[in-house]
């Protein structure tokens, strides 16, 4: 079954905000830290930011400043406000979740995806 699902991609110009939105099934949400990660045409996934059960966040150096990772433990739903989004954020985003986010290959349940695509 589905247990992580993603909303919030869109086309939106470069300087403009986005939201993403990662539902996850309440066994899943509660006992593991979450993170987004973003995969663009022909790179390699990579981390952009996560948060812990505890809230603890930590985000990659590109989107410093620029992006917030937030959950809401009510609604079993991590959230990406992407503000001042650039071109090079063009990427696929996934929602993840597991006892360790920081790398790809570490991730024990993945989203979807959802596109965002900024153009200049």
């Known amino acids: 079954q589905v247990q992580l699902v993603e909303s919030g991609g869109g086309l939106v110009q470069a300087g403009g905000s986005l939201r993403l939105s990662c539902v996850a099934s309440?066994?899943?949400?509660?006992?593991?830290?979450m993170a987004w990660h973003r995969q663009a045409p022909g790179k390699q996934r990579e981390l952009v930011a996560l948060i812990t059960r505890g809230g603890t966040t930590h985000y990659a150096d590109s989107v410093k400043g620029r992006f917030t990772i937030s959950r809401d433990n009510a609604k079993n739903t991590v959230y990406l406000q992407m503000n001042s989004l650039k071109p090079e954020d063009t990427a696929v985003y996934y929602c993840a979740a597991g006892p360790i986010v920081s790398t790809a290959r570490s991730v024990t349940y993945w989203g979807q995806g959802t596109q965002v695509t900024v153009s200049s």
């Open positions: 309440g066994s899943i949400f509660s006992t593991n830290n």
